[in-house]
């Protein structure tokens, strides 16, 4: 027997005992990729590396016997300083996406593939589970949201990507006219007690993860509905109201309380609900218009005031010839009610050029179809009402000249350039800012935009109360606002039981990244090139007569035949790879020693495998379990350093490697090197 001391224990064991299993019989975890249970050690990783008081180098507990006398260190700042490094190496050139990339582009984080899958499979009701419990409003975002995810897809990279806005659209649609709807479950009630202020995205998303979690939630607006802007300023052509109201009552199923009509700052006071309330979130959104800057711009009317009006319900009379100053969203929406409303002379004058453009183009091009008019590189200089009763608008050719601080092409005035046009109606859509005037509070501190809120948990400089969506960012995008709700749900659950408050933090993802041609040929393997489903729409000469949504939406058929294009991107072993579980745990920078990667490979030649050697980290495990199988030529580690890598001997096939232990090389198999193709989300791959 030989005795030694683990961190501060010590423990008597068998000569030739390692040092990792004495601190396992101490019930001291020691992290081991390579390591597999009943093989001898490889002690390739390193990851169990531990201090040996006495000696130099960290010493690989795994392959250690242990010695009489030893005084061991399994966690002091150097070990886990080499572990990161350790994992940081590994994944320098590992080429695999952990999830799929249009996951890492949608800011919600939705299960695209899981949500999809269900499509796929007629699964209906189970896809418009996952689109709530991510998104929250998901029919709602499916109208309205720029699709960062769609930019992300891999099919992008050999044609169009996969139409993921128009799915969750149609699934949670399907469940907006389902008799069952789902209602999410709720936890045990906590006694605990949230004042919620806005009910926009962001406060909806709030209460809906805080309803989950068993609290007491209150939403306060200012507005006599709730909604924000969804409610307020996105018109009913791209967002009809009954869609929203629809999914708003699955936060009133879930037992929220709305006051409306009342508002922080001259109803309430922060300090108020600090009083009645155990937390807070902030969520009031960016209500204030930003002026034209120019002389005589009160006679422009806010976009935000004249998409209010017509959002009550009201038609205003505003003339023939509608003249809108902006680019964005806000813009573009103006001018198509505009047209609704009967102007037809709509003109949307923009500084910079069309590529600046911040909204989607496609809703340019559905302006243009419905007649509204684009002049960029212009900007007001004065506006004035003429002797005619018209408004006469002075402006300015602009040229476009170095990128500003927001990366794009800063205009700059052409002298001599300015030229007048007249108007009925002149709209000012220019930008939002937060209105700050509300929160005046102590301790709250504010940046140049909004609130002040950490990154990571949404926390504001008051304890116990937090903040998140447009007040905090600014005028954004619906789709943050509800990422941000979730995290502040997130924050405030850890914060009412008394655990640090550190937001969700997120497993570490690895990306491949942009393919080379061959990469694409080995990954398109399998694959069917099929064409984007297009959203039907009535037609523009219909459409511009009246508010009804433009966008039909997918029928069933077209939904599942789009589904089945998802190629289920994403590690099949995401959720059991020890070698993102161990990144995450130690806070590896997957890009710290990034050059360059190896190539994507994928092996399908097994029908039970899949094998992708760019997720090896040639620990040999699998080389053993096929060796202890005894039957087929086994698996080896063949070529030497960067070119190191599992094969099968005597260039055989995968099947002549395994005819029996493929199912225990992939449980073996640390990563997702070797994996079921059973538990790929990929049909084409599957079957
Ligand atoms: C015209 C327009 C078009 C847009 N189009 C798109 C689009 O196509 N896609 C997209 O993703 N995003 C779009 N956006 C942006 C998107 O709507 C916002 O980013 C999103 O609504 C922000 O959510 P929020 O919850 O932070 O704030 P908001 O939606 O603004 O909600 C804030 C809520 O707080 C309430 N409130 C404010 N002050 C107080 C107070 N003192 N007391 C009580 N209540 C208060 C307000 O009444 C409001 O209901 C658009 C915005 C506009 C204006
Ligand atoms: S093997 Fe692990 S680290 Fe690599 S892509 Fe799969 S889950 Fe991510
Ligand atoms: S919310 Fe937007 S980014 Fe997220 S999946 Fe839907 S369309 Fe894509
Ligand atoms: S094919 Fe499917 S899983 Fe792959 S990136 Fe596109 S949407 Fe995501
Ligand atoms: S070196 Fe010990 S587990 Fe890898």
Redesign the pocket.
């Known amino acids: 027997m030989v005795t030694l001391t683990i961190d501060g224990r010590k423990i008597s064991v068998k000569e030739g005992t390692t040092i990792l299993d004495a601190a396992v019989l101490l019930g001291i975890r020691i992290p081991t990729l390579c390591k597999v249970e009943n093989f001898p050690p490889s002690a390739s990783c390193f990851l169990c590396a531990v201090k040996i008081e006495g000696r130099k180098n960290l010493a690989p507990s795994c392959a250690t016997p242990a010695e009489d006398g030893m005084i061991v260190h399994t966690d002091s700042d150097e070990v886990r300083a080499s572990r990161k490094t350790s994992l940081e190496l590994l994944l320098s050139d590992h080429v695999g996406d952990c999830i799929g990339p249009c996951r890492t582009g949608c800011p919600a984080v939705l299960d695209i593939p899981g949500f999809v899958t269900g499509i796929a499979g007629g699964d209906f009701r189970r896809a418009a589970e996952i689109a709530l419990d991510y998104l929250t409003v998901p029919a709602s975002?499916g109208r309205?949201?720029?699709r960062l995810c769609e930019q992300r897809c891999h099919r992008c990279e050999t044609g169009e990507p996969l139409s993921i806005r128009n799915l969750h659209r149609l699934a949670a649609d399907r469940d907006l006219k389902s008799e069952s709807r789902y209602i999410p479950r709720k936890e045990k009630a906590t006694g605990k007690k949230v004042a919620v202020?806005?009910?926009?995205?962001?406060?909806?998303s709030a209460a809906h993860h805080l309803l989950r979690r068993g609290h007491r939630v209150v939403l306060?607006?200012?507005?006599s509905a709730?909604?924000?802007?969804?409610?307020?300023?996105?018109?009913a052509f791209?967002l009809p109201r009954e869609v929203l109201k629809l999914e708003i009552d699955v936060i009133r199923k879930l037992g929220a309380e709305f006051r409306l009509n009342?508002?922080?700052?001259?109803d309430m006071t922060l300090d108020d609900l600090r009083r009645d309330y155990d937390a807070v979130f902030l969520?009031?959104?960016?209500?204030g218009s930003k002026s034209l800057g120019c002389r005589g711009e009160e006679h422009a009317v806010p976009?935000?005031d004249f998409?209010g009006e017509v959002a009550e319900g009201r038609r205003p009379e505003i003339g023939r010839d509608v003249l809108i100053l902006g680019g964005?969203?806000?813009a573009m929406?103006?001018s198509r009610t505009a047209v609704r409303l009967g102007a037809r002379g709509v003109k949307v004058l923009y500084r910079r050029s069309r590529r600046e453009m911040p909204?989607?183009m496609s809703?340019v091009e559905a302006a243009e179809e419905e007649g509204v008019g684009l002049e960029t590189l212009v900007a007001p200089v004065e506006l004035s009402r003429g002797e005619n009763g018209k408004l006469r608008l002075v402006c300015r050719r602009m040229e476009l000249g170095k990128p500003d601080q927001s990366g794009r092409a800063r205009p700059v005035p052409v002298p001599g350039s300015e030229f007048t046009l007249e108007a009925d109606m002149v709209i000012a859509?220019i930008g939002?800012s937060v209105?700050s005037e509300?929160?005046r509070a102590k301790d709250l501190s504010l940046t140049g935009w909004g609130i002040e809120a950490r990154l990571s948990t949404l926390a504001t400089s008051i304890e116990g109360v937090f903040a998140?969506?447009?007040?905090v960012t600014g005028?954004?995008?619906?789709?943050?606002?509800v990422a941000?709700?979730k995290l502040a749900a997130v924050s405030i659950d850890q914060y009412l039981n008394g655990r640090p408050v550190q937001g969700d933090p997120d497993m570490i993802t690895v990306l491949m990244g942009k393919m080379g041609e061959e990469e694409l040929a080995a990954f398109f393997r399998n694959i069917e090139e099929t064409p984007r489903a297009p959203m039907p729409e009535v037609p523009a000469e219909e459409r511009v007569n009246d508010f009804r949504e433009v966008e039909i939406g997918f029928s069933e058929e077209t939904a599942v035949r789009e589904a089945e294009r998802c190629m289920g991107c994403g590690c099949a072993k995401a959720d059991t790879c020890r070698l993102r579980q161990y990144a995450t745990e130690y806070g590896a920078d997957p890009l710290r020693f990034s050059g360059a990667r190896r190539r994507f490979q994928r092996d399908l030649t097994h029908p039970e495998i899949i094998y992708e050697p760019g997720k090896c980290i040639l620990c040999g495990a699998c080389v053993a379990a096929a060796a202890e199988a005894g039957s087929g030529l086994g698996l080896a580690i063949v070529g030497r350093g960067f070119d190191a890598a599992v094969a099968v001997p005597l260039k055989g096939t995968m099947i002549e490697a395994l005819p029996e232990a493929a199912r225990r090389v992939a449980e073996v198999c640390p990563t997702g090197a070797f994996s079921l193709r059973s538990s790929c989300l990929c049909k084409m791959i599957r079957n």
């Open positions: 975002l309205i949201c720029p202020v806005g009910t926009g995205p962001a406060g909806l306060f607006d200012s507005r709730p909604g924000g802007m969804l409610r307020w300023a996105i018109p791209r009342t508002k922080l700052g001259a969520a009031i959104g960016a209500q976009a935000l998409l964005g969203n806000t929406d103006a909204c989607l809703e859509a939002q209105e509300s929160l998140g969506g447009d007040a005028a954004d995008l619906a789709v943050r606002a941000a709700g």
